[in-house]
């Protein structure tokens, strides 16, 4: 998803944005910036606040606090102008299934302003880089998951945006289908793509990552940097009484160990000579030991000390949902 | 205007491909008008009319409102199922948004009733180029109205049934005291007032001079043309209103 291209300049800077449903702070003093032509990714668990923050960068809600600039425009005054350069992917599709292929096409480009001859050019030349043109008169709703996604990434790269966000997008698709749409995204090398998800190979991709816990940013920075910080190796070690063994740990070989629910982490360069101390000393009392390098999910777990865990897709709360912002 | 006509165009598509829709929307009022006139029918004769004769300017406004009513619960359906967003996120004006909607329920009610009134003669009422003309325009007029009514009140609602109970709550009794089943002129007090502050007596009013001609107990054709006009402005400026308001009830 790189863009190794000349000097960028930023296509996203936002500065201390906050927002809240009614008394519920879902993202608090949120600052970043993305390069023009880079591939940004938020990763974070449900009620991370990236969700929310997708609304408001798609300007479908209103900044409460803060400052966002999008490819040199104000998001609270410019959104409109925004709008026309955006292209936007949602976690739940916005086809129409009961349109065929070419009419969602069709009715998308009339929306961003296209018609006539260009439109059909841009909808053949969006088939064809959908590798969809065979399914052109098919009813969006008699397709497979993968190529509905396709549908929407083409509808969305119609207007030829500068800068598009992918909600989620690849939720549901199988490695294969994601593989298509981020070659279709790919195809333009100065496209600045922003994507939320929660999973982490897929984040492990973006050429800057953050991530975002109960509202705030705990870590930015290329995912490969991000998980070299943490260290060379992590151990894990699981055990009924983790809580206890941490101290006698510590105690014993002089090493900090995290205790997250029954497991216990030790992070490091060399940690592994530890495995056969550890397991002539405490081997009765681990169930279970593991080393590995560090994913992201470490990187999450060593800035939040919890487990990166995802239960179901970021949804608004009920009453939040009436709430006028 | 571009966008405005994709909206409407996309309304009307849906509705063809929609069978079930299409054919319920066909016989519904067909069924209605048979099973009420056949039932009044030498019971009840109001203003002297045949049942069939009166009730058929009734079907006509009923057309249009329930044909609002299920052409503007697409905006739940689309806000639903996502549709609707991904039109928030485009460079389209919002009031396109309304607009869009709007025409594209109204064109539907009209059409609807449009085929109704090929049945005039089986209801016995006479018509000539200039009462259809006059007519057709007061349908329009009268659908725009309701639809937006409808727009405004869908682009609130979560559930298409809770859009159901508040239709069922404010819309019927809307319908049942203008004048389109029963005349009103010796209702009791208290609905003769309301009968006087419901926008669909003047619609169903300029509907009634415009096919049968003066009517004992409907208001003036200027009167009714007045209300049914301020009806529509009001009710599409609230629909314009709702929908300007950018609020995150707006999305998914």
């Not at chain 1, 940097?225 to 063994?245: I, K, N, P, T």
């Not at chain 2, 869009?100 to 009209?110: D, Q, V």
Request: glycine share 10%.
């Amino acid at each position: 998803m790189s863009y190794n291209g000349a000097p960028m300049s930023n296509a996203v800077t936002a500065a201390g944005i906050t927002f809240a449903y009614g008394e519920r702070r879902a993202l608090n003093d949120v600052s970043f910036e993305v390069a023009a032509g880079q591939a940004c990714g938020f990763l974070g668990p449900n009620g991370s606040g990236k969700s929310t923050l997708f609304k408001l960068l798609s300007t479908l809600v209103p900044l409460q606090q803060g400052r966002v600039s999008m490819l040199g425009l104000d998001l609270a005054k410019e959104s409109r102008a925004i709008r026309s350069r955006l292209g936007v992917v949602f976690q739940s599709p916005a086809v129409d299934k009961k349109l065929t292929v070419r009419e969602n096409l069709r009715y998308g480009g009339l929306l961003i302003g296209l018609s006539g001859a260009d439109l059909a050019a841009r909808i053949d030349a969006v088939l064809a880089a959908g590798r969809l043109a065979d399914r052109a008169r098919d009813l969006v709703g008699e397709l497979s998951g993968g190529l509905r996604r396709r549908v929407e990434i083409g509808k969305c790269l119609l207007g030829k945006p500068d800068l598009v966000l992918l909600d989620e997008a690849s939720t549901g698709l199988d490695p294969a289908a994601r593989k298509d749409m981020w070659s279709m995204l790919r195809e333009d090398p100065k496209l600045t793509v922003l994507f939320t998800t929660h999973l982490m190979d897929e984040a492990a991709e973006a050429d800057r990552l953050l991530l975002l816990d109960q509202g705030h940013v705990v870590a930015s920075g290329r995912p490969a940097e991000l998980m070299r910080e943490v260290g060379g190796q992590v151990l894990e070690l699981e055990a009924a009484d983790a809580a206890s063994l941490a101290p006698e740990l510590q105690q014993q070989f002089g090493v900090a160990a995290t205790v997250v629910d029954s497991t216990l982490r030790i992070d490091g360069a060399n940690v592994h000579e530890l495995v056969p101390r550890i397991v002539q000393r405490f081997g009765a009392r681990v169930q279970r030991l593991s080393l590995a390098h560090p994913s992201l999910q470490d990187v999450f777990l060593k800035k939040t000390g919890k487990r990166f865990v995802v239960t179901e897709p970021d949804a608004l709360p009920a009453k939040g949902r009436r709430r006028k912002s | 205007m571009r966008a405005v006509l994709a909206l409407w165009h996309r309304e009307i598509v849906r509705f063809l491909r929609d069978r079930p829709r299409l054919t319920g929307s066909l016989l519904q009022p067909i069924v209605f008008w048979a099973l009420f006139s056949g039932a009044l029918h030498g019971s009840f004769k109001p203003g002297g009319m045949d049942y069939g004769q009166y009730f058929f300017v009734g079907t006509l406004a009923m057309i249009t409102l329930f044909t609002a009513i299920f052409a503007t619960i697409t905006v739940i359906e689309d806000r639903k199922e996502g549709f609707l967003q991904g039109v928030l996120v485009s460079p389209v004006p919002r009031l396109a948004i309304a607009l869009g909607k709007i025409l594209g329920g109204a064109s539907l009610g009209l059409g609807l009733a449009v085929i109704f009134l090929l049945l005039a003669p089986l209801a016995g009422v006479s018509l000539s180029f200039d009462r259809v003309m006059l007519g057709l325009g007061v349908l329009a007029l009268l659908a725009l109205a309701v639809t937006g009514l409808g727009f405004a009140l869908a682009w609130l609602m979560d559930s298409t049934a809770g859009y159901h109970g508040i239709m069922m709550l404010f819309l019927m009794p809307m319908l049942l005291l203008s004048g389109a089943f029963f005349p009103m002129e010796s209702a009791h007090p208290v609905l003769a007032w309301v009968r006087f502050v419901n926008p669909m007596t003047y619609g169903v009013g300029a509907l009634r001079h415009a096919f049968q001609g003066e009517v004992p107990g409907v208001p003036s054709f200027s009167v009714c043309m007045i209300g049914t006009v301020l009806f529509a402005a009001a009710t599409f400026a609230l629909g314009a209103l709702v929908v300007n308001r950018r609020s995150v009830r707006d999305v998914v």
